[in-house]
């Protein structure tokens, strides 16, 4: 969650929230139409700006709603929702006037409605810097976020400059907790010790180890794509001994596995700190499909060595 320390911003949100809260269409408008107000207060720089943003509005309803509107309006559609929006609602010395009896007036500041609290989330977000889910989402910071302090700004800009680091150089890589989101930890997953990292292809590759010595993970920071990479084929790693300690091991990290194709959230987090350094989006898998029968079969195989093992 953001955090909000200027009192106008607060007063911004507040006022989302009322139109958001508002069943009225037209008193609904009028406290989006506030927003942009205490964003951009002087007249002729917000009415400029609702002209220009209102090209750049990405909201699906209220697309949808601004070609209807073209249909049948050509003209300045910022200068459109000031007068017949705003103006016609709080104003009745000329007109347009918005009239309360007038099913049609309703049912067009109903289907605007969506357009003017657009721009007033877009104004929340480019005056005072607070930004919404989706905008989060698209720029996906999270995924390095707590690797960007580890590595530094200039061995980043080498890295993404795709030339190779001196042989000297050193990093000091946290001791991690592979996780994923909504499940109990996987108890060889946890406390993985670092055993090295390398640069290549534009990407830094950090290494680790289970305390057991039985799973290796490999993960690919993407510093340029702002992505953590994940690929299971060579991410995570099994090596089995012959011990029965190795087969309860394969049998954790198979359900893990599971877990995450089947829409897992991965989380990296530091178990020095027992911070979250990163995460990623569900992870949708191609062209595989889960078969749960198969799942526990093959989880039952992992039971049956585990009593084989034990009893030798």
Known sequence: MPVVDSDVAKLALALLREGRGLNHPAYSFLSFYRVIERAIPNGKDRGAWMSEAVERIEDRTAKEALAKL?????????????????????????????????????????????????????????????????????????????????????????????????????????????????????????????TGWAVHDSKAEVQYRSRDGYVRVVLLLDFAAERLVFPLDVGLQFADDGRVEAVRTGKIITTFIHAYNGNGELQVWNAETDTLMSKCDAFIPVNVVFNPEGAKAELDRWDAEIVRRAML
């Not at 005072?128 to 960007?148: A, S, V």
């Not at 580890?150 to 980043?156: E, H, S």
């Not at 993404?160 to 000091?172: E, H, L, M, R, V």
């Not at 592979?178 to 993985?192: D, I, M, T, V």
């Open 70 to 194: 073209r249909e049948s309006y050509a003209g300045d559609v910022g200068m459109h929702l000031r007068d017949s929006g705003r103006s016609a609602v709080a104003h009745a010395t000329k007109e347009p006037v918005a009239n309360p009896d007038s099913p049609l007036d309703y049912q067009r500041l109903h289907r605007e409605r969506p357009i003017i609290e657009a721009l007033a989330v877009m104004a929340i977000e480019e005056c005072f810097g607070i930004q919404t889910k989706h905008t989060i989402w698209k720029e996906h910071l999270y995924e390095l976020r707590g690797w960007k302090p580890i590595f530094g700004p200039d061995l980043i800009a080498l890295i993404n400059a795709g030339k190779t680091p001196d042989a000297a150089q050193t990093i000091d890589l946290p001791k991690i907790n592979l996780r994923l989101r909504l499940s109990e930890p996987y108890e060889p997953l946890e406390l993985l010790h670092p």
